[in-house]
């Protein structure tokens, strides 16, 4: 009961100060994850940009964008942390991610199972592209000695 208490008022505290779509950015993720965010800027997905010869159209940022893109602005052109995870700024503090369903219920994308990286992934994987075929039994962002 004291830990549906605590959901409750965590949850109405995190409306106030960041909802569900407030982006914090990559940057910020690496501040508490410096391996995880190392890893995931050798990817493909860092370096979106590169692709692009100016700022991208609305409609190509709802795959190579992070943020609200197409239907709304893309707070980076690169497929950061927060396009995978859910924009962070309601679950990132560091006593709200350390408690796992807390943070899934302020936002965090759960992907801790192929199924579910195959379901958010292949929505822009799926498509044609000119990297090697998604794959959502492997880690996208490996880092040297974590599985």
Known sequence: ???????????????AVAGKRAW???AACGACHPKELAAWQSTPHANTRARFEGRPQAACLACHGTGDAPAGA?????????ACHGAGAAYSPDDVMRDRPVALALGMTDLSQPKQRAELCNGCHERRTKSAPFDPETNPHKIAGKK
């Open 74 to 82: 893309a707070i980076a052109v690169e497929v950061g942390c927060e």
């Open 24 to 26: 914090t950015g990559s």
């Open 1 to 15: 009961m004291t830990r549906v208490l605590v959901l409750c008022v965590v949850l109405l505290a995190a409306d």
